[in-house]
């Protein structure tokens, strides 16, 4: 079945530094990615959508600067996060849709795990 | 390690019906279990989770779902399903600490 990979599954970095995390689609083509954050013990809040070979939408309350989304092909997106600080520390969580069968169809990578010290 | 499982890919009911979209976990610690609601060209929605205390969680738009530990089920259910309600639905669960583990979702279909 589809697959999505998100990597890294965890990531510690100093505050004022970026980190990428990427999320890929494995065996289909997805027009569009979402970005999830989530704290501890709470649901998700979706921070953008992102769609192949144009601009993500941002959430608002969101900060676009700091939270750069490319999604330059149908089976990759990336997610950096920009002069990481503590606040930042959460999972990342990226969804897929899965074009081919009809754009609904929405497969879940296995989150990151960001800390920022 | 845990996981999800939400027995039907798709859910057909008509309009009025009950509504029951089943869900089943596994977890080696206490859940923390929730549903999301993806519409259309849309990104989720939290419809309601559970975390402690009382087992039957009420969420939005009607609908509700049960923690049953010995069963190790977090069913959803609507006692009347509207037109609007057709949508992809997820069940989800996290350990507290750990990301969200997502079931397959299970369609659901809602006829006139």
């Known amino acids: 079945g589809a697959v999505v990979s998100q990597h890294p599954s965890r990531v510690i970095c100093k505050s004022g530094t970026s980190v990428k995390i990427e999320c890929r689609s494995l065996?289909?083509?997805?027009?569009?990615m979402f970005w999830y954050r989530q704290f501890p013990k709470q649901s998700l809040m979706l921070m953008a959508t992102?769609?192949?070979?144009?601009?993500?939408?941002?959430e608002q309350g969101v900060e676009k600067d700091k939270f750069l989304i490319n999604h330059a092909s149908l089976t990759l997106s990336t997610l950096t996060v920009t002069s990481a600080h503590p606040e930042d520390s959460s999972f990342y969580i990226c969804?897929?849709?899965?074009?081919?069968?009809?754009?609904?169809?929405?497969?879940f990578g296995s989150g990151t795990q960001l800390s920022v010290l | 390690a845990q996981s999800v499982t939400q027995l039907g890919s798709h859910v057909s009911v008509s309009e009025g019906a009950l509504v029951l979209l089943r869900c089943n976990y596994s977890s080696s610690v206490p859940p923390y279990l929730f549903w999301y609601v993806q519409y259309p060209n849309q990104g989720l929605q939290l419809l309601l989770k559970?975390?402690?205390?009382?087992?039957l969680v009420k969420g939005i738009n009607g609908f509700e779902a049960e923690f049953k530990k010995s069963e190790t089920s977090f069913h959803l259910t609507k006692p009347s399903a509207h037109m609007s309600d057709a949508a992809e639905y997820f069940c989800a669960v996290s350990e507290g600490n750990t990301p969200l583990v997502f079931g397959k979702g299970t369609r659901l279909s809602v006829i006139a």
């Open positions: 992102s769609n192949e070979g144009s601009k993500a939408t941002y």
């Open positions: 969804s897929a849709r899965d074009l081919i069968t009809g754009g609904e169809k929405l497969f």
């Open positions: 065996d289909f083509q997805a027009t569009t």
């Open positions: 559970y975390t402690t205390g009382a087992t």
